[in-house]
């Protein structure tokens, strides 16, 4: 760092600024080289037999990869980040690295419906027993755990219905046992929680909405302790799945800003739900930055912030395409994390023993980084027109 001050004192916004990185080891040059690559070459016979180089193969990693994943190590205090084309590539990666068949993986009930998918199909045709708890059993995950139990995966606050999750409570009781926890811990970033200072043994991201931050690219991080990386590296290395250089580069470009947009979309993120609280045509807000939420005591306790995505439930009766139509600024799409603000309309019909009854129909909110007065204004539009549309006892189950 310049100054030769450490990076772990300074605050945080210097350190995303410079982590990752140094400009002297590339002619000075502020930012790194995006290194498209395959082969490396060695410079005699001695030094290929015995790999003894830096850089060997590019899917061992090069100056842009490495640039990225020690700046990611440094902020999730990790021993080894890996970078994967897609932040469902860094649920999937971990998963396959630590079960085997005759397994038995718990996995949160209100997990990101892709992961779900992926263990659906994937860790039950292994021969893997997948089981899915509830969300709120902190320690009582106990009763749950069996000689062999060898993943206990989770994901705080949960996707789409923002339970927050006893994360220290539930990664004691599974390290009683035999069990490695995985924490997908996209929504709060590392800037806003940090996984393995809970007793998570493996952080999972997907870059692709905060740290790539713009809608322009896919990207996974998967960050492990010291125990747990030597397996999950050799996965990696062996699935043959490195995240391609430019998507590296933007997302190291992308690290550089979080920290002021996340405060930004925190802000209005919070204003915004706050607000929504008191609007007509809504019957609740799932937001763990509310005093409102159940979880909000345990969010206060483990968390430094919030990011911009919750929920809303509109109204018993209420129409949602009208909501969603209505819409002029938020945009209709899947993703979040990105400049732009989105809505999308939940289905929770795979929840098994998480809680999916509601008043009315569930809404996700991206808060983007437009001008807080001009997304209010949108939002009431939109709960204008559901009302006007809506009759009581219209079919809310659409979608
Ligand atoms: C979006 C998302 C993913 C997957 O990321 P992609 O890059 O879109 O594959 C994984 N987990 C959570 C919680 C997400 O929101």
Redesign the pocket.
């Known amino acids: 760092m310049p100054g030769g001050q450490s990076p772990t004192q300074a605050g945080i916004n210097t350190r995303l600024a410079h982590i990752g990185y140094e400009p002297g080891s590339y002619f000075g040059f502020v930012n790194p080289p995006v290194v498209h690559a395959s082969t490396v070459l060695f410079p005699n016979a001695r030094t290929m037999a015995a790999r003894d180089q830096k850089y060997i193969y590019a899917t061992h990693g090069t100056p842009t990869t490495e640039a990225l994943s020690g700046a990611i190590d440094e902020l999730e205090g990790s021993a080894g980040t890996v970078l994967v084309p897609?932040?469902?590539?860094?649920?999937a990666l971990p998963l396959l690295a630590f079960l085997s068949a005759g397994d038995h993986a718990l996995i949160t009930d209100s997990v990101?419906a892709?992961?779900r998918q992926f263990a659906d199909l994937v860790l039950r045709r292994m021969g893997i027993e997948v089981e899915y708890y509830e969300p709120r059993i902190g320690a009582g995950i106990k009763r749950l755990l069996r000689s062999n139990t060898k993943v206990v995966f989770t994901?705080s606050p949960a996707?789409n219905t923002f339970e927050v999750q006893d994360i220290s409570a539930i990664a004691r009781v599974a390290h009683a046992g035999d069990a490695v926890v995985m924490m997908?811990n996209?929504?709060a970033t590392p800037l806003f929680f940090r996984p393995l200072d809970h007793g998570v043994d493996i952080s999972?991201h997907?870059?692709?909405?905060y740290p790539g931050g713009h809608s322009d690219l896919?990207?996974?991080t998967v960050s492990t302790n010291a125990a747990t990386w030597p397996r999950l590296w050799e996965m990696f290395l062996t699935l043959g799945i490195p995240a391609a250089p430019d998507d590296t580069y933007q997302v190291l470009r992308g690290l550089r800003t979080m920290g002021v947009r996340l405060a930004h979309h925190q802000k209005s993120a919070i204003e915004i739900a706050s607000w929504l609280e008191h609007q007509p045509g809504i019957a609740r807000v799932l937001n763990p930055a509310l005093p409102s939420h159940p979880d909000h005591a345990v969010w206060m306790r483990d968390f430094s912030g919030a990011s911009g995505v919750f929920s809303i439930v509109l109204a018993a009766g209420s129409q949602s395409h009208a909501f969603l139509d209505a819409l002029e600024i938020f945009g209709l799409g899947f993703?979040?994390g990105s400049y732009g603000s989105l809505a999308m309309q939940v289905d929770l019909s795979d929840r098994i023993v998480a809680d999916g009854v509601f008043e009315g129909p569930l809404i996700r909110l991206q808060i983007g980084i437009e001008d807080i007065e001009d997304l209010k204004r949108d939002l009431a539009r939109g709960l204008r027109a559901t009302t006007r549309a809506g009759r009581p006892g219209f079919d809310q189950s659409v979608l």
Do not use: F, M
């Not at 897609?86 to 649920?91: K, L, M, R």
């Open positions: 897609s932040g469902q590539a860094a649920v990101y892709p992961t994901e996707s997908d996209s929504w999972i997907a870059a692709t909405k896919l990207l996974g993703s979040w």
